[in-house]
């Protein structure tokens, strides 16, 4: 069963699409209703390849954890369709504005709810790929919604939420269809906390297979910019290095 677009009789063609699992961007990609300005976003590099890769034009795209709307706007501008759900009521509003002023087709819808609600899902079509990029535990704080994964009291109950979100997300992916999940390890009192590898291990507790794990820079990241050579000092002298890297973890539905 074909999952994209591809024409493989001229696979040479397709230099722009990556296979291998560095990816390293100079900068965002810009232009049209793209923006950088909500802190804690991903480029649009990252939604563009997975959606490039593994749908079809007129197939459906759900991002449960929205933000500002990357994934829709990736989407809209691909001719896919898409579904968002956002916790934060501002910027579902502000989602909306952004697809209308998209180039591009399809049809977008962006819900404000909790994607823990499983209610959200029972009447929700199929999706085709499903991409996952939500808090870093309490890296950035979202919102004050006790439903916000960024407002998790522990780890646990932060792996538990999200373990919720997947199984619903799951409950509307196609079989044979991809999940990308985009997440970063923390730090916390001087010690790694692996979000990436426990939220990965999280994910092949259900039906999934292990496609690839993609390490991405995060040269661009706002928060230690202008602030590296206070970073490397602690570095040097607390025995720890700097995340320049995020992970892109691809698995397949059984
Ligand atoms: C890392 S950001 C996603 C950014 C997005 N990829 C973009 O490029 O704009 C995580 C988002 O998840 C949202 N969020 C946190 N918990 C949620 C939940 N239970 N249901 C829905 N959204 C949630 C936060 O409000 C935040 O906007």
């Known amino acids: 069963m074909k999952i994209n677009d591809l024409d493989m009789s001229n696979w040479k063609s397709y230099d722009d699409i990556l296979t291998d699992s560095l990816w390293i961007f100079e900068s965002r990609e810009k232009g049209f209703t793209r923006n950088g300005e909500y802190h804690g976003n991903f480029i649009p590099q990252i939604p563009r390849q997975a959606i490039l890769r593994f749908t079809k034009k007129g197939e459906y795209i759900l991002d449960p954890f929205a933000g500002l709307g990357t994934s829709l706007i990736e989407a809209k501008l691909l001719h896919r369709n898409s579904i968002g759900i956002e916790l934060s009521k501002e910027n579902v509003e502000r989602i909306k504005k952004l697809l209308q002023d998209t180039p591009g087709d399809g049809d977008h819808t962006i819900m404000h709810g909790n994607a823990m609600d499983e209610n959200i899902f029972k009447n929700m079509r199929k999706i085709q790929l499903a991409i996952l990029h939500p808090p870093y535990w309490n890296a950035i704080k979202f919102t004050d919604d006790e439903n916000d994964l960024s407002n998790s009291k522990n780890l646990n109950d932060f792996l538990s939420k999200f373990s919720k979100i997947v199984k619903n997300v799951s409950s509307v992916l196609d079989s044979h269809r991809y999940l990308v999940l985009v997440i970063g390890d923390i730090y916390r009192r001087g010690n790694v906390i692996p ?16 496609k690839g794990i993609v390490v991405k820079n995060i040269e661009e990241n706002r928060g230690k910019r202008g602030k590296y050579s206070l970073w490397r000092y602690r570095a040097l002298l607390n025995g720890f290095y700097i995340f320049k890297h995020e992970y892109v973890i691809f698995f397949k539905k059984k």
């Open 195 to 210: 979000l990436g590898f426990l939220t990965m291990n999280e994910i092949l507790k259900n039906e999934y297979q292990l």
